[in-house]
């Protein structure tokens, strides 16, 4: 076991078997290499914990290396194994792709880059309202997450699909034909290199900005009507049609009824209404 007891320490364990490296009081930056799985756990707060896990027998099933955060505000990194991170209290930031999360209390962010993944067809987060992310290729489970409260996701080369929560999210869809939800919160999505479609799904679910829409690449804005039908600025009745839909390419605003829903960041002149959103 490496302990440290008075913080503000810097602390790295070789080890061959099974053994923890704990952080006692605060600021600690932990680094373990493991042959098999010893936890790594931060016991105060804002420590920065990296577990590197080295275990590769041929085996079907490891048991994942638990990583755990303090009551402070962490950042809890995993690895290309089977990772555990615990946020526990304060405001963390949990960085992983493999294995699960869980934020705890607080206001908690997710980090996920699955740009180096070479699967043949991406990663759909959130599939059927699971706390989950997916691989497209086969519907294995990549990771889990719970008490989770922001995303900051970037997605592969393929056709990714990324569903946000409900904080201000970043979701990045890389290159691909890929399709972006914000969902809820003041959410900012890049689609990267392809065809990408961004969605909205109701006139409330915040104002998100996207970062590069492009005619030429095959981009649309895609319209679900029954979230978007009998609203306008007077409550009143208005029909879903191109009619009811502005863009402002000053501000790059983009408007139902008078009310603005998104931005267009980089303000595309060639954007037109008629031919760049989809209704479904």
Avoid: C
């Amino acid at each position: 076991m490496s302990t440290d007891f008075e913080g503000n320490d810097y602390l790295i364990n070789f080890d061959i078997i099974n053994t923890p490296i704990i952080g006692e009081f605060s600021n600690d930056i932990l680094i373990n290499f493991d042959i098999f799985t010893a936890p790594v756990i931060g016991e105060v707060s804002n420590d920065t914990l990296i577990n590197f896990d080295i275990f590769t027998a041929p085996i079907n099933y490891v048991l994942p290396v638990p990583i755990f955060g303090t009551e402070g505000d962490d950042t809890l990194i995993g690895g290309d194994g089977n990772y555990y991170l615990f946020g526990q209290g304060g405001n963390d930031t949990l960085i992983n792709t493999n294995g699960s999360v869980d934020g705890g209390a607080g206001n908690d962010t997710l980090k996920a880059d699955y740009s180096s993944l070479k699967n043949g067809a991406g990663i759909h987060v959130g599939y059927l309202g699971y706390n989950s992310i997916f691989s497209r290729r086969d519907g294995s489970v990549l990771l889990n997450y719970r008490d989770i409260e922001r995303f900051e996701i970037t997605g592969t080369q393929y056709n990714d699909q990324l569903w946000g929560i409900n904080g201000d999210d970043l979701l990045n869809g890389n290159d691909g034909d890929d399709s972006l939800v914000g969902g809820f919160g003041n959410d900012t999505l890049i689609g990267g290199s392809g065809a990408d479609t961004f969605i909205f799904n109701s006139m409330f679910e915040g104002g998100d900005i996207i970062k590069d829409f492009n005619r030429m690449e095959g981009d649309k804005i895609q319209i679900f009507r029954g979230g978007f039908n009998n609203i306008n600025i007077n409550f009143g009745s208005s029909p879903i049609d191109f009619n009811t839909f502005s863009y402002d390419k000053t501000s790059g605003g983009l408007f139902y009824s008078g009310i603005q829903f998104a931005t267009l960041e980089n303000k595309p002149a060639d954007f037109a209404v008629d031919k760049d959103i989809l209704f479904i």
